[in-house]
C-alpha cells in the first residue's frame, strides 16, 4: 500500500508539468499582456516594467525560469496586485473556499446518498418519483438563478440571513454553501439510487435473504457498501469542482476566496497569478482523486493492492 | 407403522410473472412433498419453473411474481407468511444453495463474516461461538486451512471452492430442508462429482432432506432418492430413481434420457434429441403440454391427461399406460 501510494505521488510531478507547460502556452498565445491598458504606457515605462517582470525575455527563458520558481514554491509576485506575492493572495484565498467547497461536499454527500437510498428502496412510489424530480430540477437549473431565488426569498423577503459577504459566521456560509451544494446533492441522490437499486436486484442480497436476515441488516451490512461505490468515485473530482468551482457562487455573495482571485487574474493577464491558481486546483485535483482512490480501495477488498504480489 | 408425516408438502402450487407481454404461467398446479431425510429432484429443462418452485417456497420471488397454494413446512403455510415470519425459517430450518457461486456470495465481506451473521442471527450464539460452528462446517466441507479461509474474501476463491463455502454456509444451523438450485451447473466436470459426493456425504451425516434442482440426469442418480420430471411448470413424472430411470412412463422423460450420452449403448448410438421447443408461458395450449413434441401423441391428447398412479407410487401424467 505505502509503495502503491509513493508511485501515485511521483506520478504527479509529470502530471503537474504539463498542465504548468499547457497553461503557461495558453497564457501567452492570449491576445493582450498584463500592462495593456486604455491609456498607453509610455514606451520607455512599459520596457521597464516588462523587463522588471521578466517578460522581455524569450519565451522558453520565461518558462524555464518559471519552472525554476515553482520547483521551490516560488510563485512570483502578482502583476496586477502590487506589493502581494502570489503565494500569499492564494493562502488567503484557500480557507474560505476550502470551508464553502468542503462543507458543500459534505452536506450533498449526507443529503445526497440518504435521498437516494430512500428512494431506491421505495422504487417506483410516490415518494420515488418526488424525489427524483426535485433531483432533475436540481441538476437542471444553474446555480447562478437559483442563488438570487434564495437570496430574495431567504435574505430579502425573510431577512433570516445575510445576503452576501462573509465573516467566518455560520449564517454567512448557508446560502452560499446550500447554493453549490444542491445540483450535487441530485447528482449523488440519482447516482446513489441507481447502484442501490441494481446492489438490491445482485445475487449476493438474494442470498443474504435466504439466509433469513432482517431486511435492515441486508442494507447496512450487505447493500450499503457496494451502492456507494460509484459515489466515492465521483467524490474526487466532485470535490475539487466544487472548491474551484465555486467562482460563479463567490462572485454572487461577494465571498473573498480564490475564485475572483481566478477571474480577474485571467481578466488581467495577471501572468503569476493564474499560473498559481491553475497549479493550485490541479494539485488540490489530483489529491483528492488520490484520496478517493485509497477509500475506494480500503472499501472495495478485489482492489485492494497490498495482496502479496 | 405409518409412513413419516412429510416434511415439505405443496398443494397446487401456481406461480405467474406480471410482463408487459401478459402474466407468465411458471409454475401450474404443482403438487409433491418430502419426508424428513430424503432426497428429492426435480429434473426438466430450462423454464420448466424448477427454480421458481423454490423461489416460491422461500419467499424469493422477484417483484413481479406472485402465487397461489400451499406450501406446508411443518405443517405450517410458508407461503401466507409475511417476510419477518419467513425470516424464521429461512437460513435456520430452510437453507437454500443457489446456482452461480461466482455471485451469491457478497464479494465485499470476508467469507467469515458471511457465515457468522447467520449462525449469530438464528442461535443467538456469541461471535466466538458462532465463528467455531463456521470452521468447523469449512472444515467438514473439506475447504483447505478453515482458519484462514474464514478471513478471506470470496474473490480469493475458485467456483468450487466458493460452492463448497455457499454448501457450508447452508449447513450452519443444521436446516432439516436444504434446496439446491443447480449446486453444480458453474462448475468443472470433476468439480461438480466432488461437490456432488460431499452432499450425498453431509446428508447421510445430518438426516437433511434436500430438494436438488438440475438438469443432469447424472448428479440425481448418484444423489437422490425419488425424481420429479417437470415439464412446463407441471410435474410429468414422479418415482423413485429406478423406476423413473428403467421404467420411465411419459414420452419426455424417454426423451431425457435418450438425449444423455450413456457408456453402456452400442457406441454408433445416435443421441436423440427432443424435436421441437417448449411451449410458450405465456399461452399454454389445452390438454397435454408435451403433446406438440410427443412422438407418440394422438387424439385423446388433446384433453389434460390426469396424473395416474401405478401400485407401487409410480406417478405421470400420460394417457399411454392407462389401462383403458
Known sequence: MARHSLQRLLGLIPTLLMLITVAFLLM?????????????????????????YHLDESLPQQYFRYLGQVAVLDFGPSIQYKDWTVRELIAQGIPVSSTIGLAAMLLAFVLGTTLGITAALKQNTRADYLLMGVGMLGISIPNFVIAPILILLLAVYAGWLPAGGWDWGIASMVLPVVTLSLPVTAYIARLTRASMIEVMHSNFIRSARAKGLPESLIIRRHALRPALLPVISFLGPATAAMISGSVVIERIFSIPGLGSYFVQGALNRDYTLVMGVVIFYGVAIIVLNFLVDLVYAWLNPRVRYDQNR | ???????????????????????????????????????????????????????????????????????????????????????????????????????????????????????????????????????????????????????????????????????????????????ADEPTAALDVTVQVQITHLMSELRKRSNTAIILITHDLGVVAGLCDRVMVMYAGEAVECGSVEQVYYDPKHPYTQGLLDSVPRLDRPEDTDLVAIAGNPPNLLALPEGCKFRDRCPRAFEACREKPPMQLTEDRHAYRCFLGDPK
Open chain 2, 1 to 179: 407403522m405409518d409412513a413419516p408425516a412429510p416434511l415439505l408438502e405443496v398443494k397446487d402450487l401456481d406461480v405467474g410473472f406480471d410482463t408487459p407481454e401478459g402474466e407468465v404461467h411458471a409454475v401450474n398446479r404443482l403438487n409433491f412433498s418430502i419426508k424428513p431425510g430424503e432426497t428429492l429432484a426435480l429434473v426438466g429443462e430450462s423454464g420448466s419453473g424448477k427454480t421458481q418452485t423454490a423461489m416460491a417456497i422461500l419467499g424469493l420471488l422477484a417483484e413481479n411474481g406472485h402465487m397461489r397454494g400451499q406450501a406446508l413446512f411443518k405443517g405450517q403455510d410458508l407461503l401466507k407468511m409475511t417476510t419477518p415470519e419467513l425470516n424464521r425459517y429461512r437460513g435456520s430450518e430452510i437453507a437454500m444453495i443457489f446456482q452461480d457461486p461466482m455471485t451469491s456470495l457478497n464479494p465485499y465481506l470476508r467469507i467469515g463474516k458471511q457465515m457468522v451473521e447467520v449462525v449469530m442471527h438464528h442461535q443467538g450464539r456469541a461471535k466466538a461461538d458462532a465463528r467455531t460452528r463456521a470452521v468447523e462446517m469449512l472444515r467438514a466441507v473439506r475447504i483447505p486451512d478453515p482458519e484462514r479461509c474464514f478471513r478471506q474474501y470470496p474473490h480469493e476463491f475458485s467456483g468450487g471452492m466458493r460452492q463448497r463455502v455457499m454448501v457450508a454456509m447452508g449447513l450452519l444451523c443444521a436446516p432439516d430442508l436444504l434446496i
Open chain 1, 28 to 52: 501567452r498565445v492570449a491576445p493582450g499582456g498584463p500592462f495593456d491598458s486604455d491609456k498607453l504606457l509610455p514606451p520607455d515605462i512599459e520596457a521597464n516594467l516588462n523587463a522588471k
